[in-house]
């Protein structure tokens, strides 16, 4: 789904407004327009389609989203104001995962540092002359950022399993070492077309649930636990769930994995 890119800089608003009790900080207009810039990147890079729907200049301090930066223009370098009474659950749910991990891997670079960060990419580096109304193509986006796009949300999955235990190392559902490690594992092989499908949870019994949706028919959850793993998928509502429960692990159970969530995300 594309938005409007006034709705997108909202969502990240709010996320820096809800995250200032990890250390976040209010955002100023420049550093929107980077984070704008980067999520619109990794959209593409993970999806193949644009996050919103406004174009991206090449200005000379860096990428711009001109309808966003005249909107917020009047705040100057002064934090934008808070937004009451607003969520941010207009996003589908895969574009919002997909906006939460790209802004929890760059909310603690400053502005400026996003902003020099951005001068040495191509898409800015090799779209010229700089200034308004010189777009920076989503071709150039896409094609940088694929690449970049499975060791970003690999990174966000690890921080998420670190949050798992730290929110539960006083219970008794905390996920084990193991359990994780084996959640990690699974994570490592699967293809990056299958990633920006994939969602963690912990459960009751100390294990992770690696949940997989392609709209609201086809699923897969895949179970990881410290001597088991169980896995079932959904096609459509026509075909019956199939899945299984093994003992231990081996690469012969992994193949089979992988590759039914190829199938899926086809």
């Not at 607003?86 to 939460?100: A, T």
């Amino acid at each position: 789904m594309t938005y409007k890119s006034l709705d997108i800089a909202k969502t990240l608003i709010l996320m820096a407004q809800e995250d200032g009790g990890r250390g976040g900080e209010r955002l100023t207009n420049l550093k929107l327009q980077k984070l704008l810039y980067y999520a619109q990147g990794y959209h593409l890079a993970a999806l193949g389609t644009s996050l919103f729907e406004d174009a991206i200049e090449a200005w000379m301090y860096g990428p711009v989203v001109p309808v966003c930066y005249e909107h917020y223009q009047k705040y100057g370098s002064k934090s934008l104001p808070m937004l009451q009474g607003q969520s941010y659950g207009r996003l589908d749910e895969i574009d919002d995962r997909l906006l939460r991990q790209v802004y929890d891997s760059l909310v603690a670079f400053s502005a400026i540092g996003l902003m020099q960060m951005t001068h040495t990419e191509s898409p800015w580096l090799d779209t010229n002359p700089k200034g308004h109304g010189t777009v920076i193509s989503t071709t150039k986006l896409k094609d940088y950022f694929k690449p970049k796009y499975p060791t970003l949300v690999r990174a966000s999955f690890a921080k998420t399993l670190d949050s798992f235990v730290a929110k539960n190392e006083d219970s008794e559902y905390s996920p084990s070492d193991m359990s994780i490690k084996r959640c990690l594992s699974v994570l490592d092989i699967m293809p990056d077309a299958v990633l920006p499908y994939i969602d963690l949870t912990p459960n009751e019994f100390g294990s992770i649930n690696i949940s997989i949706r392609v709209g609201n028919e086809r699923r897969m959850t895949i179970n990881t636990g410290d001597d088991t793993m169980s896995w079932y998928c959904c096609i459509d509502y026509k075909s019956r769930p199939c899945g299984k429960s093994f003992v231990g692990y081996d690469d012969a159970i992994l193949s089979e994995i992988v590759q039914t969530a190829k199938n899926l995300v086809a």
